[in-house]
């Protein structure tokens, strides 16, 4: 453990960024499967035995990867009402790779042949989005803009998550932020039993 | 096209089942990007000259092997209401392909790729889930449980179609009937303004 921690001090920020950037690339160029280490140490000037010894995996490595990317776009989100929060939630910026739809699909596609991805996934990534979710609902519901018992609350991290990775493939373009809020008016709100 | 006519009049429906499972599994195998007519004519036992007459493009036919697929698994849904039919709508039999999630990511991935693809994937194979939700909506608007312009209308497909393809692999599972049933009653009738 103490090697890990040594390694990661020695990675800087700086750097670790541009490697993690690059590993989320070689998802999207080559898919999760058939992604190697030897391809990501090349591609990003690290060797494999370092990354190894960082990350265990390709699929830690991966996880981790995705992690920092979304933590690196979150705020915090308090406007004091629930229509604004969930409105900010879905316009805020999100790492380009997430919202265009070919990493998830790459991800999605490796989930089928590898459970630890998923869990992984799972786990650290969409635990999260939800996360998040979750303290812009119990601020609502702590100012009694939601009821504590309403049945759309455990529902709302599922919609904004699908709104995020594949409205786009859907539509075939993203909604513009009007659209997000017709969206927070037609659907979040009232299954929120709001409006 | 009498060509083409005829060369369609000659596979059999049977035939026609099994190369078109056979073009799905290997998008979820190889990936659509990688996947060559070669590999598609040498796996079905076809002709290259054969899918190319008929189809003309890879993207041509697994679009098309998707919408058979998606076709032979559509029923006429007019329960008599609009909560049943909903759930109806959730709970039955979905191509295994499209409901794990494997085929999907292959999709979602090469749409980066592949405006063609993407084009094609919507205006053929999303149109006609489409299709299904906007006669569901339709006859519960003319029964008068929907106004007809309820703002959550135009909703109803996007969040059908997340369940079914992204929900799965957000929980690590699928939903069952109960599961289904709680999601109509949680989110799809107050945003269509019942409950």
Redesign the interface.
């Known amino acids: 453990m103490q090697t890990e921690e040594a390694l990661m001090t020695r990675l800087s920020d700086e750097r670790l960024a541009e490697l993690f950037d690059g590993t989320l690339q070689l998802v999207?160029e080559h898919?999760f499967d058939r992604l190697t280490m030897d391809q990501i140490a090349d591609a990003t000037h690290s060797s494999k035995a370092t990354l190894y010894r960082q990350w265990g995996s390709k699929t830690a490595l991966v996880a981790d990867a995705l992690l920092r990317s979304v933590e690196a776009h979150e705020m915090a989100i308090d406007t004091g009402h629930l229509r604004s929060d969930l409105h900010l939630m879905l316009t805020q910026d999100k790492p380009d790779k997430v919202q265009?739809?070919?990493l998830?699909?790459?991800?999605?596609?490796?989930?089928?042949?590898d459970a630890d991805l998923?869990?992984v996934l799972?786990e650290k990534v969409?635990a999260v989005g939800r996360r998040r979710i979750d303290d812009v609902i119990a601020l609502a519901v702590g100012r009694g803009e939601v009821a504590p018992d309403s049945?759309?609350i455990?529902?709302v991290a599922?919609?904004v998550?699908?709104q995020v990775?594949?409205?786009p493939?859907?539509?075939?373009a993203p909604w513009d932020d009007a659209d997000k809020l017709?969206?927070v008016?037609?659907?979040l709100l009232?299954?929120l039993?709001i409006g």
């Not at 493939?169 to 075939?172: A, K």
């Open positions: 999207v898919g265009d739809g070919a998830v699909g790459a991800l999605l596609h490796a989930v089928k042949h998923g869990q799972r969409i049945p759309g455990e529902y599922f919609l998550i699908s990775v594949l409205q493939v859907v539509d075939g017709r969206f008016d037609a659907v009232p299954m039993g």
